[in-house]
């Protein structure tokens, strides 16, 4: 399974981005899509998940701000971003977790997307 992000940037402290995700392949169906973050020297980070039935998780640091929503139709994820601080500057993967077939698991990563907020 293939995950493809886009959105991204360069935007100033206080403004807004949007990532989005979208899956492709062998789907039989995605238990959780979600981004995750990753700051120059520092490990990777949840910053939001969402199951198929629209719960949700996310990280204490951008509740709030950032809404992760879901189009279980066209297995797409989108990370609304707002009032963005320069601490929230760090390459964006996209995370799917699901099922090829009634037997076969998958977990998928995308390529990555650099978001950078200046002060």
């Known amino acids: 399974v293939q995950l493809q992000a886009s959105g991204g940037g360069l935007v100033q402290a206080g403004g807004s981005l949007r990532l989005s995700c979208a899956a492709s392949?062998?789907?039989?169906?995605?238990?959780?899509m979600g981004w995750y973050r990753q700051a120059p020297g520092k490990q990777r980070e949840l910053v939001a998940g969402i199951t198929t039935g629209g719960s949700i998780d996310s990280a204490n640091s951008v509740k709030g701000r950032f809404t992760i929503s879901r189009d279980n139709t066209k297995n797409t994820v989108t990370l609304q971003m707002n009032s963005l601080k320069p601490e929230d500057t760090g390459v964006y993967y996209c995370?799917?977790?699901?099922?090829?077939?009634?037997?076969?698991?998958?977990?998928?990563w995308g390529q990555g997307t650099q978001v950078t907020v200046s002060s």
């Open positions: 995370n799917a977790l699901g099922k090829t077939s009634w037997s076969s698991d998958f977990t998928s």
């Open positions: 392949g062998p789907i039989f169906s995605i238990a959780v």
